[in-house]
């Protein structure tokens, strides 16, 4: 590996554009080029921030080291096999596939090449949660809800893998158990795909999620509730804020016996944290905080939950 770690992004969207950007900044890194199927997409980034713009991405790969991947959902298979092939380090946006076969041959193939393989749960940067993730110790009752604006971006795949599969990762890291039972319904309004979800799954430890997705709200809201034997924990993503009441004998507030504390966040690019994050582990060799076989486990929740609402419907 050169001083500078030659990267590229494939996918210059919305969001790609934005992992461009943050590469572009990172100390210790060049940025060397864009790809996207769009050529004038492409170019307006590769001039915005001094590198060459690529109409067909394998054009790019053997020019870098690592790269980031944000094309659709439905190009992530074929895009990251090939830059795993080409012997890249690869930094996928979620959900990693779109189908569990074509993730498990990702995972099984970034192992054979001694790659990294991370899946971009971005939400796993964010301080407030990382702050809840380090209080949670025996959740019993988890509680999100995630309502989005409508936005044609990521409607090629349904809700629960465009938006509440973040809400899986993070479950899926704070109750290990199996998922014993999955119980869920879902509406198509918008799209021709499921718009709106909810999804109740119960774990073989008796926690209990229920989970709820929107993309076609006329609010913004981004909230977890977790309740433990002895606390309770609720992250407001939006406001950047933790909401902490623990039992504790002789505490006196709203409710007795009872400490409350809400902490708040500053607003952090978590973004970059997760690329710069990327480039660490590249240059450590240490695990991603967000590896393969963890991108996978959330993706196969999701299927899951889809089959579940196919099965009600019947």
Known sequence: MTDKLRAGVIGVGYLGRFHAEKFAALPGVELVGVADLRPERSAQVAAALHCRAYADYRELLPMVEAVSVAATTREHYRIVKDCLTAGLHVLVEKPICAALEEARELVELARRQDRILMVGHLERFHPAMQELKSLATAPKFIESHRLAFFKERGTDVDVILDLMIHDLDHTLSLVRAPVREIRAAGVSVLTDRVDLANARLEFADGAIANLTASRMSLKSMRRFRLFQPDAYLAVDFEAGELTYAQRRPGA????????????????????FKEIAAFVRCIREGTPPPCTGEEGAHALQLALEITQAMRKAKV
């Open 252 to 271: 006196s507030g709203l409710i007795p016996g009872v400490a409350l504390d809400i902490r708040h966040f500053e607003k952090e690019d978590v973004l």
